[in-house]
Each structure stands twice: as structure tokens, then as C-alpha cells.
């Protein structure tokens, strides 16, 4: 789960940085804090719920723009990054099982 937080936190913040550059942008620095609360009685065998309950990221950036400008660049990350895309659309997967005699 720490791995799919990593993934899901530089996901968020190589998106938002592409949009500030794309609307001219300096980013100067830029750092992101991740957390969320895990329930693990489901993989753990012991009852049911989801295992993620929340993703809360916190963005600290240094650029030249004003704070509204830089509201509008984190609105338009949040609704492009694939990552908080597809936490918001379940991915349906399939896993096939291959055995060796």
C-alpha cells in the first residue's frame, strides 16, 4: 500500500507541475505529503470494508504566480491526473493464473 501511495503522490505532482509549465509557470520547489487510513481486517481474512478508507495529499510549492493562479493549475491537475482518475473510476482488472506441470 505505501508503493501505491508513493505511485498515486508522484503521479499528482508530475501532473500538476506539467500543467504550471504548460500555462509558463516556474516551479521553483515543489513537495507533497501523502497519507490514508487502511483498514486491513479484508487481506488480513478477518471481515470486510474497503482497505483504503481516504488519500489525503498536502502540495507545498514555490513558483511565480499568485495563489489563485496556482488554485486553478491544482484544479485542473486533480482532474487530469491518471492516478486520482482512476481512484474516482474503479479499473476493472483480470489475473489469470499460468501453472508449469
Known amino acids: 500500500m505505501h508503493y501505491c501511495l508513493t505511485g498515486i503522490a508522484s503521479c499528482f505532482m508530475a501532473t500538476f507541475v506539467g500543467v504550471a509549465t504548460e500555462r509558463g509557470i516556474k516551479v521553483r520547489?515543489?513537495?507533497?505529503r501523502a497519507s490514508c487510513t487502511l483498514d486491513l481486517k479484508k487481506p488480513l481474512g478477518v471481515g470486510e470494508g474497503r482497505i483504503i478508507n481516504n488519500v489525503a495529499?498536502?502540495?507545498?510549492?514555490?513558483?511565480?504566480?499568485?495563489?489563485?493562479?496556482?488554485?486553478?493549475?491544482?484544479?485542473?491537475?486533480?482532474?487530469?491526473?491518471?492516478?486520482?482518475?482512476?481512484?474516482?473510476?474503479?479499473v476493472e482488472t483480470e489475473?489469470?493464473?499460468?501453472t508449469r506441470p
Open 95 to 98: 489475473i489469470t493464473l499460468l
Open 57 to 90: 495529499m498536502s502540495l507545498e510549492v514555490e513558483a511565480d504566480a499568485l495563489r489563485e493562479v496556482l488554485d486553478d493549475v491544482l484544479r485542473e491537475a486533480i482532474d487530469r491526473c491518471p492516478a486520482i482518475y482512476s481512484l474516482r473510476n474503479p
Open 29 to 32: 520547489e515543489a513537495r507533497i
